[in-house]
């Protein structure tokens, strides 16, 4: 999903997330997914959680992973050296 915006929506804004998930072990999600990520996300399908200006670098696998159609992306997030960029958000690298 993407989306300019909403209001009222629970939003996850200019933060940053660094070399994480690098000690997961067997962790997994409700989906069967490894947690290895920056920030991992697994919430029902239309949530409505905003996305925006968000900075990743150096995670373990994902630098934002959130099924694709569970979250809002606004724009603005960025990725670098996280082997396997975001999922469910665009990231400009």
């Excluded at 929506?9 to 990520?37: E, I, M, Y």
């Excluded at 996300?41 to 239309?46: F, M, R, T, Y």
């Excluded at 099924?67 to 960025?78: F, H």
Aim: charged share 10%; glycine share 16%.
């Amino acid at each position: 999903m993407t989306g300019a915006g909403c209001a009222t929506c629970p939003q996850v804004t200019a933060n940053r997330f660094v070399g994480n998930g690098f000690d997961a072990g067997q962790l997994t999600d409700h989906l069967g997914n490894p947690v290895a990520d920056g920030l991992h996300l697994a919430v029902p399908a239309g949530a409505s959680l905003l996305f925006a200006d968000n900075i990743t670098s150096h995670n373990a696998r994902y630098g934002i992973f959130a099924p694709p159609g569970t979250v809002l992306d606004s724009g603005g997030n960025r990725s670098a050296g996280d082997p396997k960029g975001c999922l469910g958000v665009v990231c400009s690298f």
